[in-house]
């Protein structure tokens, strides 16, 4: 069984803040994890790909996994108002194709 | 890298017709691509799955004469939506998955509305 759940929000902040989002999964055997942004109207965009525990960093963003607890968090630093979207996380492997999503966050960040 | 896009970004047609969305990756080869569809304010739903040179795998519920998927190269998906009637108005996204990575990169959307 995948699983993967996602708080929908709506999570609004003020421009600057720091962002947490977080996921929990139930599948241990899907070992890849992933955060899309989706903008709106617009295709998911994928902005961290992960696959060990710990913190992968790319300019303002980090992801964190925590495969003994099954959690998985997206954090962005200094949060501009063009961060505004969806995210979504999702999990993927063990020879399966297919990701699980989770339903998405929608974020605001005020200016 | 790892650019996919789709023609076209919207459609209008009249009921009955059929429409036909393309997907491509540009700059990867992708053995196995995705349909997905997406209602106002609702997280992705999966389709099907089309792998090139074979048939598609379609997921529960998605009529498979309806929504016709071909995966004729590893660059490019079809999606054929035939007999097109206004509860097929949604937004189409298809995703393409590089031959060795377990992730997936999607494209713009198609945005169907079926008068």
């Known amino acids: 069984q995948k699983e993967v759940e996602q708080d929908p929000g709506p999570l609004s902040v003020p421009e600057g803040a720091i962002v947490s989002l977080n996921c929990t999964y139930s599948n241990s055997a899907f070992q890849y994890f992933m955060w899309y942004r989706q903008y709106s109207r617009k295709g998911p965009e994928l902005l961290m790909y992960?696959?060990?525990?710990g913190n992968k960093e790319d300019g303002r963003f980090t992801a964190q996994v925590d495969k003994s607890s099954k959690y998985i968090s997206l954090f962005i630093r200094d949060s501009q108002p063009s961060d505004s979207a969806t995210y979504l996380c999702?999990?993927?492997?063990?020879?399966?194709?297919?990701?699980?999503f989770g339903k998405g966050t929608k974020l605001s960040v005020i200016p | 890298g790892a650019v996919v896009s789709q023609h076209p970004s919207w459609v209008i047609c009249k009921s009955g017709t059929s429409v036909k969305i393309e997907c491509r990756s540009l700059?990867?080869?992708?053995?196995?691509m995705f349909w997905y569809r997406q209602f106002p304010k609702q997280s992705l739903m999966l389709m099907a799955t089309?792998?090139?040179?074979?048939?598609?795998?379609?997921e529960q519920g998605v009529e498979k004469d309806k929504f016709l998927i071909n995966h004729a190269s590893l660059t490019l998906s079809t999606l054929t939506v035939t007999s097109a009637h206004p509860e097929d108005s949604s937004f189409y996204i298809c995703?393409?998955?590089?031959?060795?990575?377990?992730?997936?990169?999607f494209g713009p959307g198609t945005r169907l509305l079926v008068l």
């Open positions: 992960t696959y060990s525990s």
């Open positions: 999702a999990q993927g492997g063990a020879g399966s194709y297919q990701l699980t």
């Open positions: 700059d990867f080869q992708a053995t196995t």
């Open positions: 089309s792998n090139e040179g074979s048939k598609a795998t379609y």
């Open positions: 995703s393409a998955r590089p031959e060795v990575q377990e992730t997936q990169y």
